[in-house]
Every structure is written in structure tokens, then in C-alpha cells.
């Protein structure tokens, strides 16, 4: 028999919409819940993107000051240079007969030929931290030959350097001219890193 009779249908009623209050609540609890989850993975997400970006920029303009340490060293002694086959690590710059295997890939030419580039400014430390960067910055620097454009050379610059950390690395690429008393480089353009 059915105990919500008569008299006490009133009763049964309000203990079935205060069961369905409770449902409800519940619900809108999980949904807000789920928000505030998704919310915070959201802030997380971007602060990691944030802090790449960084990195990368950080990387880069460390890859261009040793472009540009390699370009004055080129207008130096340019005239008495004579390119060798770069096949081990250097630490100090050099001119090399051809250019690295795979330049996009600075893994493949960085313990191959290229030269590592002590920068003053340049703390290294590979646990991170504060103003440091995961490895030295490094070099190749390739002869292309005479130049058609004028009595000059023309060289081509490969830098990379790292971030913070070793995930984080910018490979630039420069053609640079030196011929008589003009020195022009093409805008160094990032090779993808």
C-alpha cells in the first residue's frame, strides 16, 4: 500500500522536491567545480606559454650577439683567413669549408664543427635559474665563396644559443658579405628552433 495517501500526500511532495533541491545543488556544485578546474589549468597553460615565449626571446638575442661577435671577428681577418674542415668543437672562432650538415637541427652541428662562444654577459648553469642559460652559445661559420655582387667573400653565419633551459633553443642564419670596404649581412632570420 502506498504511504503517501491523503493526508499525507503534502508530506511525501515536499520530501521529493526537497530530494530534487538536493540533486540540483549537487549538480550546479559539480558544474561550478568543473569550471574552476578547467579555469585554473586554463591560467596554468598560459603561464607556460608565457614562460616559453620568454625563454625564446632570452635564446634569440644571445644567438644574435654572437652572430654579430662573428660578423666583426669576419671584418678583422677576413683577408687572412683560410677555410678548414671543421669536424671537432672549437672555442675560438674559425672559418670552415663548408656549412653544417643540418643547420635547422643545432644537436647535429653543434659537437660537430661548431665553436663555443664565451659571452660576458652569458651566465651558464644547466639547473636553471635566474639570468642563466642551459649551455654556451655556439657558432659555425661557413666560406661560400667570391661574391658576384662585388671584389668580396661572402660567409654564412650559423648561431644558436639556448634558453633556460636545453629545450629551449634559437638557430639563427646570416649570409654576411665583406669585400673592399663594404660589409653587408641579410637580416638574420630564425631557422625554425
Not at 495517501?5 to 520530501?15: L, N, V
Not at 644571445?62 to 687572412?80: F, N
Not at 672562432?93 to 653544417?100: G, I, Q, T, Y
Request: charged share 10%.
Amino acid at each position: 500500500m502506498n504511504s503517501c495517501r491523503h493526508e499525507r500526500f503534502h508530506i511525501c511532495a515536499r520530501q521529493r522536491e526537497a530530494g530534487l533541491a538536493l540533486i540540483s545543488a549537487l549538480l550546479i556544485l559539480v558544474v561550478i567545480t568543473l569550471l574552476g578546474v578547467s579555469l585554473f589549468l586554463g591560467v596554468n597553460l598560459q603561464q607556460q606559454a608565457a614562460g616559453n615565449s620568454m625563454e625564446k626571446a632570452r635564446a634569440l638575442e644571445v644567438a644574435q650577439s654572437v652572430t654579430t661577435a662573428a660578423e666583426q671577428w669576419l671584418d678583422t681577418y677576413a683577408k687572412t683567413l683560410v677555410p678548414v674542415a671543421c669536424s671537432s668543437q672549437a672555442s675560438v672562432f674559425r672559418l670552415c669549408a663548408v656549412p653544417p650538415n643540418t643547420p635547422a637541427n643545432p644537436k647535429s652541428w653543434a659537437t660537430a664543427g661548431a665553436t663555443q662562444v664565451a659571452l660576458k654577459q652569458v651566465k651558464i648553469s644547466t639547473n636553471g635559474g635566474l639570468n642563466t642559460y642551459a649551455a654556451y652559445p655556439a657558432v659555425w661559420i661557413a666560406y661560400l665563396g667570391r661574391a658576384t655582387m662585388g671584389p668580396g667573400n661572402l660567409y654564412e653565419i650559423y648561431a644558436q644559443a639556448s634558453g633556460g633551459n636545453a629545450h629551449t633553443v634559437a638557430v639563427t642564419q646570416v649570409v654576411y658579405y665583406v669585400g673592399g670596404n663594404t660589409r653587408n649581412s641579410a637580416p638574420a632570420q630564425s631557422l625554425g628552433q
